[in-house]
């Protein structure tokens, strides 16, 4: 899928590296687990919504999972982005080790993170 706007374009999915093309690039929007690109970020978004997933987002919460050292205004602008663009009717961002702690059965734990 081809997004963004007349001077930059994404080529996203899995099919994006199989062909070649002059002066492109290949980045992440995250790093250590944070957003550092908030366009990138949103064109991937765009991209699981609508050839992923294929939903309309305003029709089914979201949630997504976030990092110990996640900066208040990080989980402000992540949250206001899925509600503002997005329409998400509810949103849960939760910590990595909480959901690690769920996924292995338990509602309390310690968790070690590497």
């Given at each position: 899928?081809?997004?963004?706007?007349?001077?930059?374009?994404?080529?996203?999915?899995?099919?994006?590296?199989?062909?070649?093309?002059?002066?492109?690039?290949v980045v992440m929007p995250?790093?250590?687990?944070?957003?550092?690109?908030?366009?990138?970020?949103?064109?991937?978004?765009?991209?699981?919504?609508?050839?992923?997933?294929?939903?309309?987002?305003?029709?089914?919460p979201a949630m997504m999972?976030?990092?110990?050292?996640?900066?208040?205004?990080?989980?402000?602008?992540?949250?206001?982005?899925?509600?503002?663009?997005?329409?998400?009717?509810?949103?849960?961002?939760?910590?990595?080790?909480?959901?690690?702690?769920?996924?292995?059965?338990?509602?309390?734990?310690?968790?070690?993170?590497?």
């Open positions: 899928m081809v997004t963004g706007d007349e001077n930059t374009k994404y080529h996203i999915g899995t099919n994006a590296l199989s062909f070649p093309r002059e002066k492109a690039e995250l790093k250590d687990g944070m957003i550092e690109n908030w366009e990138q970020c949103e064109a991937m978004l765009d991209y699981i919504y609508t050839k992923c997933l294929s939903v309309d987002s305003a029709e089914h999972s976030e990092v110990a050292w996640n900066r208040p205004a990080v989980r402000h602008k992540t949250c206001e982005m899925m509600f503002e663009k997005y329409n998400v009717p509810a949103f849960f961002l939760c910590k990595n080790a909480v959901l690690a702690a769920f996924a292995s059965g338990r509602s309390t734990a310690l968790v070690l993170d590497t």
